[in-house]
């Protein structure tokens, strides 16, 4: 039995790692589209069918349950992907919904209507493909009226994380907080829309301050998922936990210790 993880290449396991430390019984499968990372730059009909590919190997794989753990993948594709394209036997869930949710402090599956909530000024970082689709302003406003969203293009910060190059990463996360700070210059709270961004986030903390709450994914999209299983357990699948990718598995597997901190296989996707 496994859930899948889905990711257009390695941010996806920040949300896997904070899933097993959740759920540490819960078997896994996680697929990194790394022959075409990143999708942050790519056009949303690109991203629907890398997406769709992606999601539908691992329902080949005997998943249930995907999460699609990019947030590029959760804005551009899948509103479209869950009207239109998922089997009536199978879920996919996003990344952003758990966020918003402890944004708003609203209880998972609350569908009540969108209410006043304490933030009012809150700051988001993202793919600039994540930034212009504003999946993120669409989902608040079924939860929350009144709040006020700067987002902020944080271009080269992926690439940067990906290729170990943190000095660039730091350098570029601070020049995307200054950015955005000259258009909003005190935030209640930040979100850090991409979940590669975890493994900077002593960064956004320290440009932003200790006034601003800061919202990371994984540990809340564990908890989400978790309540999950826990409504629904004829979700968990079948399947062998695994680690594929669709890119060179030796060059994957070197990056991935970054990100986990461990040493994991992956395979090639066949």
Known sequence: MAVGIFDSGLGGLTVLDA??????DLPLIYLGDNAHTPYGVREADDIYNLSTAGVQALFDKGCDLVILACNTASAAALRRMQEGWVPEDKRVLGVFVPLIEALTERQWGDNSPPREVGVKEVALFATPTTVSSRAFQRELAFRAIGVDVEAQPCGGVVDAI?????ILAEALVRSHVEALQRRMPKPQAAILGCTHYPLVED???DALGADVAVYSQPSLVADSLADYLERRPNMIGSGEP???TSGDPKSVESKATLFLRRKISFETLE
């Open 19 to 24: 899933v097993q430390k959740r759920l540490p």
């Open 162 to 166: 990906e290729q170990g190059d943190m």
């Open 203 to 205: 960064v956004f903390r």
């Open 242 to 244: 695994g680690f594929y």
